[in-house]
């Protein structure tokens, strides 16, 4: 099941609703995920300036540095979007941004007039002088904090989307289970890292891999009171160990973490995995559509509350398209205070994730909300996993 | 050879040196690789806001995510940085930022005064909200364009860099050759993904790898007329590819492209990569301290000129330490009106790629420049490698 133009006409028209909702003449994407979702552009680009202007008619214009421009025909999905590039002349200089030249064309398509238009303000690659050059160049615009407006359009996926997290978790599941069967006490870290990249790129005999927008990260030992922390050139020992990794397929993301112990693990431990499945359990069984996001926080929280646990971190978020440095949506964080209702169609990396003092502990699932509950996207046995 | 205290602080003292020279009190640092160079910190924690203030007389102060914060320590050098975490309850919020409470961390430790505070506006992962978030929370602050400070004092390398620089020449080096032996039509793209990947994370037998700041780019058949393309679910054929690939090393990059052609090439494409190679060997046998970069390529321009070749981008730029998306510092561009002077300990990639239109060609080396001209980090034949 492919994106097809019928899913890109609606994803426009959905992106264009929001932006009549908050009276955006015009709205600036840079997000690669958003441009991705657009226009299905998929290069390495994103390193150096590029944005896709909407606007409520016409057709976007995505302007990128030339040498990018060349190829980006190759991924754009026909007619979703205007392609143009600036010149290199533009790239890491202290005198002139590409920004100028983004804006300066954006001009000559004849939109330097007075409008409201929506910028991602808290969007990654989209630097401060790109801004403030975009301000000075375009000062006819206002330039208003869009809030994540691609990002709120992404949170509901369609069916075919659904089948493409489907895949990216039958990915993930593999990839944790080659994992776990390759992890003991006495490997480098490096030859369990090249382990896992070779099944995040090769994925299942059917379906196929993609590259991560977060490298398989794996905390040892004490280091397990901590997330977010890349491979070493060392060896495991006979230690807990958590393997926060995900499959890809096209793009969308299902992460999945697990805590393997390479020894007969503490009592402590033990009882903080435990609870931490409990948690997650309840939730999985409980979320549905109508209820809200604090609501299905709550189950975890009152049962680790009683358990004696705290844990101050969400406990997941909303996932689907992502590239580097995050498969996150930046949009639903699944905690207290989160109002959002809950609707078939959304995506979340639900990670019960423990950091303690020198201990701690990682379950997680993605799943998907369907009609009357959640379907889990991601397979692996839901406990402390014990090889010791 | 390992970064210690003596050249930890010989960083800090030249990155002061030049917040001097530019009349600055202070100089936020956010870019991962600027944060790294001055503090060892290493983790993939860069997708939330995390910032370092450095100032001329106290200990550097880096801010980050509670969570991660709690996990610093592992890899900060010791004495180098003080940490501090900001509350959860700051990230991907509508109504507040992590930088409140970054500023607010700032003006508890003394800083909410008048200062020149430099900041990285063309940095990776520094958002525009942040941006607006930290002048509207220290109004006394006036925030003044950095033009990549820390990146301009990375650039000249000391003795252990060029060490680690070299150790990552040695992992590309195999890196390539790993992907050449493999390389062949008929083969899946994923495969060879997984064969380089693996090869990325297990370095050789003596020399560490590392993950890349930018996955493996494969362009094959027509888009080798175009970079930055990743690989997709198809079959090699009997077609040219460009690989640009790269070595690691405890963060430091050494990038290597070649055009591989898996059929006997057409003699547009052999004569294209004859004069590429030629341009950069005229290049890498005229590269010496003293001469200004634009100078080197008018070594490369002159040769391809004559030959009947344009190549609009820039022949190359500097390396070192890198964090994704990019391997490169963003600092000196190997192209005709950048005036920097050569000096020994700056490396580069220098990439002598091609891209006219349905065929292309990349030939690159990352190289040191020497007392008396420069060393070439990379191995790999200096052609198009025919595998037909």
Known sequence: MAINA??????LAATRARMGDAELDALLVVDPANIHYLCG???WSFYTPQAMLVTPDQQPLL??????????????????????????SYVHRVDRHPFDAIAERFREAGHGRRMRVGVEGDAHFFAVRGYLALAKAL??????????????????????????????????????ATAVDAIEAGLPQPELMATIQSAQALGTG????????????????????????????????????????????KRYHAPLARTV??????????????VTAEGLNLVIDGMRPGMSVADAHGLWQRHISAAGFEKDSRLGYSIGLGYPP?????????????????????CFHLIAGMWLSSTGCEISESVTVTASGVEVLTDAPRELIVKG
Chains 1, 2 share one sequence.
């Open 326 to 346: 995050d498969w996150g949506e930046r949009t639903v964080s699944i905690r207290g205070d989160d109002h959002t209702v809950l609707e078939p169609g959304m």
């Open 261 to 274: 112990s390479l020894s007969p693990p503490s009592q402590e431990l033990e009882r903080l995995a435990e």
């Open 206 to 249: 059917d379906t196929a891999g993609d590259y991560p927008a977060i490298v398989p990260l794996m905390m040892a030992g004490d280091a397990v009171d901590t997330p977010h922390l890349t491979y070493s050139n060392t060896r495991f020992n006979e230690e807990a160990v958590s393997l926060e990794l995900v499959g890809v397929h």
């Open 41 to 43: 552009y998929n290069a």
């Open 6 to 11: 019928a899913e890109y006409s609606r994803r």
């Open 63 to 88: 302007v990128m540095r030339a040498m990018d421009a060349q190829g980006a025909h190759r991924t754009v999905f026909p007619d979703t979007a205007e392609v143009d590039g600036y010149a290199e």
């Open 139 to 176: 000062p006819e615009w206002e330039l208003i904090e869009s809030h994540e407006l691609v990002n709120w359009v992404r949170v509901v996926k369609s069916d075919a989307e659904i089948e493409l997290m489907r895949a990216a978790g039958r990915v993930s599941s593999h990839v944790m």
